[in-house]
């Protein structure tokens, strides 16, 4: 198992960075800096999300992300794949059983790490867990094509790197928002998803800075 994911393993189980990693990449209003609304409702459903990761031919750890489908909830954004829970099921559960919808892997090829911690998707009404999860080698996909348009991997580095990261100014709704992203792929990485991987890419870099 790659160092890094052994480090994983055993801090994530310990005190998590949290929200205060997860608003470092919340789009922020420009006007009075107010950000997304962090306090789930008593209506938030629970969900989970499957934050994959395995290594390349250079053995440096990718991430799995996919693009949602058009024509489906928050629909031509980058997500990890993952969904709201059936009755039941574990958060764990849920990530893996929608993997599997959404991308085809199995249950069974991921060795699941441990979780990052909860946020909640106001615009959805989600409670999302992330789950680590971790294969030896790169996932085969089996794509559904009527949640996901594509799916790509990344290395967790090139997220490290200042220069991927870009601030704009974005219309949103009836307001402008600063909104932090990562600039690896043709559409932004921003929003909840950005926010969710912010916390694993700080607790990254403190493997690196051990």
């Known amino acids: 198992?790659?160092?890094?994911?052994?480090?994983?393993?055993?801090?994530?189980?310990?005190?998590?960075?949290?929200?205060?990693?997860?608003?470092?990449?919340?789009?922020?209003?420009?006007?009075?800096g107010q950000r997304r609304k962090m306090t789930p409702s008593e209506q938030a459903h629970q969900s989970s999300v499957l934050v994959l990761l395995f290594p390349n031919e250079q053995e440096e750890l990718e991430l799995v992300l996919t693009l949602r489908s058009g024509d489906i909830d928050h629909g031509g954004q980058i997500s990890f794949p993952g969904g709201r829970a059936e009755s039941g099921e574990s958060p764990e559960e849920t990530a893996l059983r929608e993997a599997h919808e959404e991308i085809g892997i199995t249950p069974e090829s991921v060795t699941t790490i441990g979780q990052l911690s909860e946020l909640y998707v106001?615009?959805?009404?989600?409670?999302?867990?992330?789950?680590?999860?971790?294969?030896?080698?790169?996932?085969?996909?089996?794509?559904?094509?009527?949640?996901?348009?594509?799916?790509?991997?990344?290395?967790?580095?090139?997220?490290?790197?200042?220069?991927?990261?870009?601030?704009?100014?974005?219309?949103?709704?009836?307001?402008?928002?600063?909104?932090?992203?990562?600039?690896?792929?043709?559409?932004?990485?921003?929003?909840?998803?950005?926010?969710?991987?912010?916390?694993?890419?700080?607790?990254?870099?403190?493997?690196?800075?051990?």
């Open 122 to 210: 106001s615009h959805s009404e989600n409670r999302v867990t992330p789950v680590v999860g971790f294969m030896n080698q790169r996932p085969v996909f089996n794509l559904n094509r009527a949640e996901v348009e594509e799916v790509f991997a990344v290395e967790l580095n090139s997220l490290a790197h200042k220069e991927n990261l870009v601030v704009e100014d974005w219309e949103l709704g009836q307001h402008t928002y600063e909104v932090p992203y990562w600039d690896v792929h043709r559409v932004p990485l921003w929003g909840a998803t950005a926010m969710m991987l912010n916390e694993l890419l700080e607790l990254r870099k403190e493997f690196t800075e051990d």
């Open 1 to 32: 198992m790659q160092p890094l994911v052994k480090f994983l393993k055993q801090r994530l189980i310990k005190n998590l960075p949290g929200r205060p990693s997860q608003l470092k990449m919340a789009p922020a209003q420009k006007n009075d």
